[in-house]
């Protein structure tokens, strides 16, 4: 149980176009799933948390009009990076916490994570 | 906000022998606290976690242990064995908020033969 996926894994993308991400629970329902960044060989960033069925809480510093997230449903979040520049190029992965599994509440279950290139 | 540090940032050490990796925090409100294993290019994958009401959990070769008056946390990898070689990030939580991660900086482990 608690099994995560991102689609897509790995996308390349023109500048000024928009990427969409999607992150997946398979198994269980997650009203709250979380979306990070990562750079290569550093660590995780929170960017923000999404919450099913209301606005998304974002991390001081990240634009929300650039990334933006909808948590329509229980089971999906998604993370939109809008007119897409080089330096948004990144790993971007997502999370979902799943608070009736075996782990504890605040365990958090990671995707695949997405790689995005932005020519 | 929570601020987490890490060390050390890489790690080397031979098969067979203990690796520890050590984590502080500043918010005291903190309660939960997990580590990570990311292997290149892939998820990040939950080892072992504890929770701010116990000073010390263990899983076969894995520990942590946690002192909340120094907050504070460890993990101890006994035995090591070469797929042991990854980055290990830890992590802390506090109530509320969603129980948002914040992340330490990594260690990057290699267990030599």
């Known amino acids: 149980g608690a099994v995560v996926s991102q689609h897509p894994s790995r996308v390349i993308c023109k500048s000024g176009t928009s990427v969409k991400i999607e992150c997946r629970s398979l198994?269980?329902?997650?009203?709250?799933m979380f979306w990070y960044r990562q750079f290569p060989k550093k660590s995780l960033m929170l960017m923000a948390t999404?919450?099913?069925?209301?606005?998304?809480?974002?991390e001081q510093g990240v634009e929300k009009d650039k990334f933006l997230i909808n948590h329509a449903s229980l089971t999906l979040s998604t993370l939109t990076v809008t007119s897409a520049h080089p330096e948004d190029s990144s790993f971007y992965i997502c999370?979902?916490?799943?608070?009736?599994?075996?782990?504890?509440?605040?365990?958090?279950?990671f995707g695949p994570g997405t790689r995005l290139l932005v020519l | 906000g929570e601020n987490v540090e890490q060390h050390p940032s890489t790690l080397s050490v031979q098969e067979g022998d203990s690796a520890v990796i050590k984590c502080t925090y500043s918010?005291?409100?903190?309660?939960?606290f997990p580590w990570y294993k990311q292997e290149l290019g892939k998820r990040p994958q939950l080892i072992i976690d504890?929770?701010?009401?116990?000073g010390e959990k263990k899983d076969q070769r894995i520990a942590v242990t946690l002192n909340k008056t120094a907050k504070h946390f460890s993990l101890h990898i006994t035995e090591t064995q070469p797929e042991d070689s990854a980055v290990y990030f830890c992590?802390?939580?506090?109530?509320?908020?969603?129980?948002?991660?914040?992340f330490g900086t990594g260690t990057q482990l290699k267990v030599e033969l």
């Open positions: 918010d005291s409100a903190s309660n939960y």
């Open positions: 504890i929770r701010s009401n116990v």
């Open positions: 198994d269980f329902q997650a009203t709250t």
């Open positions: 999404s919450n099913e069925g209301s606005k998304a809480t974002y």
């Open positions: 999370s979902a916490r799943n608070p009736s599994g075996r782990g504890t509440q605040e365990t958090q279950y």
């Open positions: 992590a802390a939580s506090q109530p509320g908020g969603g129980n948002k991660l914040t």
